[in-house]
């Protein structure tokens, strides 16, 4: 038979296992789409794995968030409203890194990707 202070103990140290450390490295990813039309078929690779969207209105934007699982570079696949596909390589991301990155879709079909980033500790 446990002791009410042992009781209390175990769960003392189960709630400081639960709070010291749980952390898992997201990346918050957001795509805004700058022109004067809807793109379509957005689809983001990422290490490890990717995520779509099937259009992003004119002035709108699309957020997801993710893991990278392994380390290579990012590509951003969509098509614009002349049905034209583009393709454009981004930054590389670490395993593990966390933050923030923003990918614009700009007037031309150019591509900017603003990464916030840091290694996971």
Same mark, same amino acid.
């Given at each position: 038979?446990m002791?009410?202070?042992?009781i209390?103990a175990?769960?003392a ?10 952390h898992?490295?997201?990346?918050q ?9 809807p793109v ?8 490890? =794995?990717s995520?779509? &969207?099937q +259009?992003? %209105? ?8 993710f ?8 590509s951003?696949?969509f ?9 454009a ?5 670490g ?12 007037? =031309?079909?150019?591509? &900017?990707? +603003?990464? %916030?980033?840091t290694?996971?500790?």
């Open positions: 038979m002791r009410r202070g042992s209390a175990w769960c140290a189960g709630l400081l296992l639960l709070l010291s450390g749980c898992s490295p997201w990346i990813c957001t795509i805004v789409n700058h022109e004067d039309a379509s078929l957005v689809e983001v690779n990422y290490p490890g =794995g995520f779509g &969207v +259009t992003i %209105a004119a002035g709108a934007s699309y957020r997801y968030r893991h990278s699982l392994s380390t290579e570079a990012m951003l696949e098509t614009d409203a002349a049905r034209q596909s583009h393709t390589t981004g930054p590389d991301l395993q593990g890194q966390e933050g923030t990155l923003l990918i614009e879709i700009e007037p =031309g079909n150019q591509v &900017v990707w +603003t990464p %916030a980033l290694p996971k500790k």
